[in-house]
């Protein structure tokens, strides 16, 4: 459209001063075309200096911390980068074998490991090797800190044996199986423990004997459809009414729908703590109506977490709900009854059809943000209630494993992802409707 | 020329200056009645004395935050406060300074520091002990049932003492007590849980209360579950239970059977710009009158000279008076299976 009119332009103007254009743009001199893409060019770059901060925005905010999730969920260069020659010297050895490695290879660690201790990084090391075999921590540690003081030349010639007569566990396959699995720079090692899954020492995949990642995904998900379910119930009915009752009541219920959406997330969630707590309230007036004698468990448990956050996430499904059954004319709905349709049927098939749009938004909404959601379970969740995202902030606050809340992290933007396009397939993303 | 060559000089002058002009630095603990009690007896009598100023902070322990300062290269903290359980890693992997213990003042009446520190408090080469303090349990006098809890397995006898019972959300301590109410003599315990079988038989015992256990995170909940009826025996630092019988008149009361005492240890970080600052301040804070104010919270000091200063009445409320009653956590033993066991408690937690 725009090409169309710049180069109408040109043609209606007289005398461009050149004669070579092509046939199919009679008229349009070479200096023209080039003027013309100069002014187009010049139109895009501005727009895009307009979009500039935004895409600079999501950059910084969005894209690079997400592309160092992945990263670091497959990358681990740690163990490589303090043992390098042993690792070099580990290559030829054969993990799956019952043979521990040959002495030399023995001498070389020994060398290395004294330049941790010398480094004070052979803590590094212990953790690493200690996460897929518990207690090489302290094997690894107490021997780099006997052989802190031997002399480096004896130990190239012969760290082997005095590695063996400090530690009998460094006869074992197992260690060195681990030291040579755990230098592999980009490794799979996480996403597996994230599946509850690991490698045996025949290379196989197969189950992990602690079991708690899936059951948590699978928890996280359980729970974000009980609240997405719930929501639903509790908002479609409130947002029919606020769409169609008289003005003035409808704007002053709204505010009792925006003034918590305004408030605190911690206000919200520590009112439900007061709320809930054994001598709170809820237990005290139950208990002096006499309904209950013994104060009941609430707090701490799944039904907090699940009341708390569909408290929360309530505005996120009434407010799409809301905005599209104020679009909805109610001349269908009477047109049905006036043909002789019985209230609720005209309901179901007339009315509800057309609420979809908000229906979805409000439901991938909820659900989308319920399931990684942190604050809230980890207040009030106790053991029960806790979430997926719960065991991601204790592998990066508490054991400080990284990768491993990588994986699960990106194991989690997966799994959204993988919901949206089933959703998209089943729903269609064009049907959302946020108002 | 001549103006180039002065404003070299007077750079040259101004970074040599610099060094002694960073006269504040940051320490960093656990905030808190102990972190008051610290704030009074050490840094502000240091601040008075040296003329230097500390930004103190709180943090709730572990290294997560240490470690992400260090290798990001960002150094924000000073001086430390860590626990010997994180001490062990957090001096393995790198992220604290060698502290010279050699440099340590004699204590009051004259011992060498050598002598009047206890060997638990210099056992690592990174940091100073500064206070012992202990986990134990306690009940509510107003709320217990069945009579007086007086050992370790009474927390574990729902029959004879019905009701609640609330501890750390980890399995530190949990673990021992589990074995030690199972009838494991203290001195075997960490050997059994570095087995399979006796972490299950750990968990087998713990499995006995399951129904009857209320979870925390942190150690200011304990003596607010025990005092709103959350629960009627705590496990606690014993610092919070003492500060709410002490000063809040609570009718609460601890049991020191099977207490798992640890220490607390003042750290420099590695690659602190204010070194030297703070090992005076880390000499001074560990000086026997300064130690000893932390009798306020009931955590006992680690050098002998210290307990001079300390009040007779307070002594016996002291872990120092209870150390054949408890044992001493094991920083070696968590290091090696703090992260497997941590996995494996989730684990039972979710079943």
Same mark, same amino acid.
């Given at each position: ?17 050149? @004669? ?66 042993? *690792? ?5 050895? /054969? ?10 290879? %023995? ?38 800190r006997k052989i802190k003081n031997l002399d480096p030349e004896m130990l190239s010639r012969d760290g082997a044996s005095k590695l063996l007569a400090m530690q009998a566990k460094w006869k074992n396959v197992e260690i060195w199986r681990e030291m040579k699995l755990a230098g592999a720079v980009f490794t799979n090692d996480f996403y597996l423990t994230a599946l509850d899954l690991m490698h045996n020492a ?6 992990? /004997? @602690? ?9 996280? *998900? ?8 719930? @929501? ?9 009414? %606020? ?77 799409? *709900? ?10 269908? *709905? ?28 409000? &439901? ?11 604050? @809230? ?29 990588? &994986? ?6 997966? %799994? ?20 | ?10 750079? +040259? ?22 972190? +008051? ?63 010279p213990h050699d440099t340590l003042p004699p204590g009051d009446d004259g011992t060498p520091a050598s002598e009047d520190f206890s060997a638990q408090a210099l056992a690592n080469e990174c940091g100073v002990g500064n206070i012992v303090w202990t986990v134990l349990y306690a009940y509510n006098n107003d709320t217990i049932q069945g009579g007086k809890p007086s050992t370790i397995g009474d927390l574990f ?83 919070? !239970?003492?500060?709410? !019988? ?51 919270? +009931? ?53």
């Open positions: 459209m725009h090409q169309a009119e710049l180069s109408a332009a040109s043609a209606g103007a007289p005398g461009g001063g050149s @004669t070579s254009g092509l046939p199919s743009h009679a008229g349009l001199s070479a200096a023209e075309k080039s003027q013309s893409r100069k002014v187009l060019r010049r139109r895009k770059l501005l727009t895009l200096a307009f979009v500039a901060p935004l895409i600079i925005f999501v950059l910084i905010a969005f894209v690079a911390p997400i592309g160092t999730m992945l990263y670091r969920s497959v990358y681990h260069p740690t163990v490589a980068q303090l043992i390098p020659e042993t *690792l070099v010297a580990l290559a030829a050895w /054969d993990e799956t074998g019952e043979a521990r490695p040959s002495d030399s290879v %023995l001498n070389i660690f020994t060398v290395e490991l004294q330049q941790l201790a010398n480094d004070r990084d052979s803590g590094k090391l212990a953790e690493e090797i200690n996460r897929s075999l518990p207690g090489s921590s302290s094997l690894i540690k107490s021997s780099a025949q290379g196989e995949i197969v189950a992990r /004997d @602690t079991q708690i990642y899936v059951k948590l995904y699978m928890k996280s *998900l359980w729970i974000a459809l009980l609240i997405t379910v719930l @929501t639903g119930i509790i908002s479609y009915p409130l947002a029919y009414y %606020l769409a169609t009752a008289p003005a003035r009541t409808a704007n002053t219920l709204m505010v009792f729908v925006l003034l918590p959406f305004w408030t605190s997330l911690l206000v919200r969630t520590t009112s439900w703590i007061a709320l809930l707590q054994t001598n709170g309230v809820i237990n005290s007036f139950l208990q002096s109506i006499n309904v209950i004698s013994e104060p009941l468990e609430l707090l701490y448990t799944q039904f907090s977490t699940v009341i708390a956050m569909t408290h929360i996430l309530l505005p996120f499904m009434i407010l799409p *709900l809301y905005s599209v059954m104020k679009g909805i004319d109610p001349s269908y *709905l009477r047109a049905a009854l006036s043909l002789g349709a019985k209230p609720i049927p005209a309901f179901i098939r007339i009315y509800m059809p057309m609420t979809v749009p908000g229906l979805s938004a409000g &439901a991938l909404l909820v659900f989308i943000i319920s399931i990684g959601y942190y604050i @809230t379970p980890a207040l009030v969740g106790g053991t029960d209630g806790q979430m997926i995202s719960n065991i991601i902030a204790f592998h990066m606050q508490s054991s400080n494993n990284w990768e491993l809340a990588a &994986a699960l992290g990106s194991l989690l933007l997966g %799994l959204i992802l993988l919901l949206y396009w089933i959703y998209d397939r089943l729903v269609g993303v064009s049907n959302i409707k946020l108002g | 020329m001549h103006t180039l060559k002065r404003l070299g000089v007077a750079l +040259a002058l101004c970074t040599a200056a610099s060094p002694l002009l960073a006269d504040q630095f940051t320490a960093v603990s656990f905030g808190g009645a102990y972190g +008051a009690a610290q704030q009074k007896h050490m840094l502000d009598p240091y601040m008075a004395q040296s003329g230097h100023k500390i930004l103190f902070e709180n943090y709730s322990g572990g290294i997560a935050e240490l470690k992400a300062q260090v290798e990001s290269g960002n150094i924000l903290w000073d001086v430390v406060d860590i626990e010997v359980i994180d001490l062990e890693r957090a001096c393995s992997e790198g992220l604290l300074e060698v502290f006898d729902t029959s004879t003492y019905p009701g609640k019972r609330a501890l750390r959300k980890r399995p530190q301590v949990n673990m021992e007590w589990a074995l030690i109410a199972d009838g494991v003599p203290a001195a075997e315990v960490y050997e059994l849980l570095s087995t399979d079988e006796g972490q299950a038989r750990a968990f087998a015992k713990l499995d006995t209360i399951k129904d009857d256990l209320v979870w925390f995170d942190s150690w200011s909940q304990a003596p607010q579950l025990l005092n709103d009826g959350g629960a009627v025996m705590v496990q606690s630092a014993n610092g919070r !239970i003492f500060d709410a !019988i002490q000063s809040d008149k609570k009718p609460f009361e601890m049991v020191w059977d099977a207490h798992i005492f640890d220490l607390d240890v003042w750290a420099i970080v590695k690659g602190s710009k204010n070194k030297a600052l703070a090992e005076d301040f880390i000499r001074f804070a560990t000086s026997s009158k300064p130690e000893s104010g932390m009798q306020e919270v +009931a955590y006992g000091p680690t050098r002998q000279s210290s307990y001079a200063y300390v009040d007779e009445a307070i002594l016996p409320k002291l872990p120092s008076a209870h150390l054949d009653e408890g044992l001493q956590a094991s920083g070696v033993f968590w290091a090696d299976y703090g992260e497997s066991l941590g996995e494996k408690f989730n684990e039972w937690l979710l079943k």
